[in-house]
Nanobody
Framework: GVQLVESGGGSVKAGGSLRLSCLRSGFTWKTWCVSWMRQVPGQEREGVAM????????FYANPVKGRFTISQDDSGNVVYLQMSDLKVEDTAMYYCATYPLSKYPCREGLANPGHFDVWGQGTRVTVSS
């Protein structure tokens, strides 16, 4: 079946970097929107970065602009989130999620977690001061 598997989370000091990976299986990503979302306990999930696989368009939430970069590998099997200059407030569980481009425009995904059809299990990122 359709599946997303995240990896790459961990603990890092403020100012450090991490790269998260999202491996897809069971479907092709050519016409899908893929996002990294994050959630802190007691809060709603929030969009971090969005990628239109077909057009390579990217979208970022304001708190991470200039620090995070979403990208895909040449095979199209993996989507990455490169996180730099990490801050304590970036501490969260990070999820990879996706929906078909035919459903909604990719630019809508960051503000609408309900758009997403498939979610990974999450990978935890902890940033300490």
């Amino acid at each position: 079946g359709v599946q997303l598997v995240e990896s790459g989370g961990g603990s890092v000091k403020a100012g450090g970097s991490l790269r998260l990976s999202c491996l897809r299986s069971g479907f092709t990503w050519k016409t899908w929107c893929v996002s990294w979302m994050r959630q802190v306990p007691g809060q709603e999930r929030e969009g971090v970065a969005m990628l239109s696989i077909a057009g390579h368009d990217t979208f970022y939430a304001n708190p991470v602009k200039g620090r995070f970069t979403i990208s895909q590998d040449d095979s199209g099997n993996v989507v990455y989130l490169q996180m730099s200059d990490l801050k304590v407030e970036d501490t969260a569980m990070y999820y990879c999620a996706t929906y078909p481009l035919s459903k909604y425009p990719c630019r809508e995904g960051l503000a609408n977690p309900g758009h997403f059809d498939v979610w990974g299990q999450g990978t935890r990122v902890t940033v300490s001061s």
